[in-house]
């Protein structure tokens, strides 16, 4: 740090303690704040009893994604501590505890950013000065109570990269010429979400369709890259829907080369857990050949091949068939359920 970032420093070390479920907004101004007049500024995540469905570490990590040490050196997050007491234990047993942890760690700040009612007693606690971050949430009007009842209706407070925790993966599966793709982008625009292509097509025809085991495991490489990409993208929604997955990918490398390699079969297992729901479409559609797919009797061998493949996984489906409106409206009727 230069001597000319310390001369504007008021504080030389600030605290900010809070529980971050989720990290919004609000939260990143109260650390802004910290950061633009502190040296150093140690944040603790700490609430009792913990979230199961974003437990503390999932949460240092999104401050460490937002505010990583390469751009922001003076940010200190500290660790999970022992047997805090409950989140409605009164406050001075909570300022009692914090101060006697904090004392341990050899953590002695100056200033404690809150925007909370209690923040001047909790830095009195201290012995620090208490630095008040718009308390009256007028410029951002959001608690994480709020998010916690209404995550996506509220997403707009939230970064994309806390938001794709809350987004689920809906995968579409299906044997050429059965309507996946039309479907896929369908889906995306009639739930206003990102959707993800078949990356594997795009391969293909790059390569005139001459494809080795190693493009495989580029393809299902890539496709979930595409998957992550659209998940923390801007235009997430609730869902992300995806054309296809890497288990499907890994039949195609045995039908077309005989063999696939151990990294692809590791990512073919990992669908079993990557998506909430999963959909097949049905070959109830006329075949349509586009110079690229097989004839009808091979979509019926690779159609049973996808079904088998689900079942010995135990992975659940659903056969959507029918139009494209009537597909989306049943896509719609499990998803509400959700």
Not at 183 to 202: C, I, K, N, P, S
Not at 207 to 212: F, N, P, Q, T, Y
């Amino acid at each position: 740090m230069t001597s000319e970032r310390m001369m504007v420093n008021t504080y030389r070390h600030g605290l900010i303690v809070g529980k971050f479920a989720p990290l919004h907004r609000g939260h990143l101004r109260v650390l802004d704040a910290a950061l633009e007049q502190c040296g150093r500024v140690s944040v603790w995540v700490y609430s009792r009893p913990d979230f199961p469905d974003m437990p503390s570490p999932l949460r240092r990590g999104w401050l460490r994604a937002l505010y990583p040490a390469r751009l922001c050196p003076g940010l200190e997050l500290l660790p999970d501590a022992p047997n805090p007491p409950l989140n409605d234990e009164p406050d001075a047993v909570h300022r009692e505890y914090v101060r006697g942890v904090l004392d341990g760690w050899g953590v002695r700040p100056d200033a404690v950013f809150t925007s909370e009612a209690y923040g001047p007693a909790f830095a009195a606690s201290l012995g620090a000065a208490h630095v008040a971050v718009d308390p009256a949430r007028a410029a951002v009007p959001v608690s994480g109570t709020a998010l916690r009842s209404d995550v996506h209706g509220l997403r707009a407070f939230l970064d994309p990269v806390v938001y794709a925790h809350f987004v689920r993966r809906v995968v579409i599966l299906g044997a050429e010429s059965t309507g996946k793709s039309t479907l896929t982008r369908a889906l995306g625009e009639a739930f206003g979400t990102a959707w993800v292509r078949e990356y594997g097509r795009d391969v293909y025809e790059r390569e005139a369709g001459s494809l080795s085991p190693d493009h495989f495991l580029e393809i299902a490489r890539g496709h979930r890259a595409l998957e992550d990409e659209a998940i923390t993208s801007p235009g997430a929604h609730k869902w992300v829907f995806s054309d296809t997955d890497a288990a499907t990918t890994l039949m195609w490398s045995y039908l077309l080369t005989g063999t696939a390699r151990p990294e692809l079969h590791a990512l073919a297992d990992a669908c079993r857990g990557r998506y909430a729901h999963t959909f097949v479409c049905d070959t109830d559609l006329p075949h349509e050949q586009d110079g690229w797919r097989a004839n009808t009797e091979v979509r019926a061998v690779q159609q049973a091949f996808i079904r088998q493949d689900l079942a010995s996984r135990g992975v659940p489906f659903t056969l959507l068939r029918g139009t494209v409106a009537e597909r989306v409206a049943q896509v719609r009727a499990v998803l509400a359920g959700a």
